[in-house]
């Protein structure tokens, strides 16, 4: 959404090797982006306690959390002058010229392909909405099946999967709270037993609302249902969903595995996220990803936004920093978030695709509502 934003400020600790990478992909030279800061002490240590890395935790575990996870950014939160500058600029939507791309958002609907026990498959709904086929299991990530979210426009685009259409949903996994990740007038159209694997802090609003199986991760800990492994990891990123919660949730993305099959299958779900060193560090501890569904959109401003969303360029960095074998764009094309042109996401990670040199058959630059299998 809008506000998920940060002021700039001078980066921190860099990581060189990214930073020398990103040259590939862009134009021009990319500045090095900050770590997501460790946990101060005393605070919610990432991987701490009985769930230590590796080990994964028991399902539907009622835990208890720090009140704040603001120690988990690298920059603070906009102030004064910031949104100041953003009012005087009036960057918070394309001007005409950019909006007269939405007839040309790929938009291409079609029935949810088979999909055995032994098959990855990805089907993207719109924004960070995909539906997962691994394992076995159905999986939906941040599905937001609504037309329109608190404070924005209505969907420039349909949801690219019928509600009516998908099969039993066996698990959900969300990325952080903020609205269009987060959709409650969605979730309520599950069964209450649905599994929800959500960050730490965000069971309670899950429960308040009746869901019975609910799994809250913090960064590097995971679960497991049904064979596939739900790895949660870092991003940089921040919660709010009222004037009074800020950070008060985690976020993070998911890497699921098929660990069962005897090529296991894997997919990271990235969320909301700015670029940074840890892609690296998720790639070492979870090597050989099979697909890695990132987002490219909500960039502009970069001023406003390069923290907490990267854009296309940062994207394929983010893919090769990984070692994921594929990519799947994702965060574009469905609501209008920030001021580049609708259609200036596509056409910048494709060129940035073929700058790093990358077979173009394993860009699954997907319509809203197509799907790619392995």
């Not at 575990?61 to 939160?77: G, I, K, N, Q």
């Not at 960095?317 to 574009?332: E, S």
Request: include cysteine; glycine fraction near 10%; proline fraction near 11%.
């Amino acid at each position: 959404m809008r506000d998920e934003t940060h002021t700039p400020t001078a980066p921190g600790r860099a990581d060189p090797a990214a930073s020398a990478r990103a040259a590939a992909v862009r134009p021009g030279p990319a500045a090095p982006r900050p770590a997501p800061r460790p946990a101060s002490r005393g605070s919610s240590a990432p991987g701490s306690g009985s769930g230590d890395r590796g080990v994964p935790r028991a399902l539907g575990e009622v835990r208890s959390w720090p009140r704040s996870f603001a120690d988990r950014l690298t920059t603070p939160l906009p102030g004064v002058r910031a949104f100041a500058r953003l009012a005087r600029e009036g960057a918070f939507r394309p001007g005409p010229d950019g909006l007269r791309g939405i007839p040309d958002l790929p938009y291409a609907p079609a029935p949810l392909p088979a999909a055995g026990a032994g098959t990855l498959c990805a089907t993207w709904a719109g924004h960070a909405s995909w539906v997962l086929r691994v394992g076995g299991l159905t999986v939906l990530t941040d599905p937001v099946w609504s037309r329109r979210i608190l404070g924005t426009p209505a969907r420039m685009t349909p949801v690219g999967v019928r509600w009516e259409e998908l099969p039993p949903v066996d698990a959900v996994v969300i990325s952080h709270n903020h609205y269009d990740h987060l959709d409650a007038p969605t979730l309520k159209r599950l069964p209450r037993h649905t599994p929800l694997f959500v960050p730490a802090g965000l069971a309670r609003w899950c429960r308040r609302r009746g869901f019975t199986r609910v799994t809250e991760l913090d960064w590097w800990e995971c679960a497991e249902l049904g064979g596939v492994r739900f790895d949660f990891v870092p991003a940089h990123h921040w919660s709010k969903r009222s004037l009074l919660d800020t950070c008060r949730t985690l976020w993070g993305g998911w890497v699921l595995t098929d660990t069962r099959a005897a090529t296991p299958r894997s997919v990271y779900f990235a969320g909301d996220t700015g670029y940074g060193h840890w892609f690296g560090e998720i790639g070492r501890r979870h090597p050989g990803i099979d697909l890695a569904l990132l987002p490219i959109g909500a960039y502009a401003p970069r001023w406003w936004l390069s923290d907490v969303h990267a854009d296309p360029e940062e994207a394929v960095q983010a893919c090769l920093d990984v070692g994921a074998r594929r990519m799947a764009p994702m965060h574009w094309g469905t609501f209008v978030l920030s001021a580049e042109p609708v259609m200036e996401p596509l056409q910048r990670v494709r060129e940035a695709w073929g700058r790093a040199g990358l077979a173009r058959a394993d860009l699954w630059d997907l319509p809203i509502g197509g799907s790619r299998a392995l």
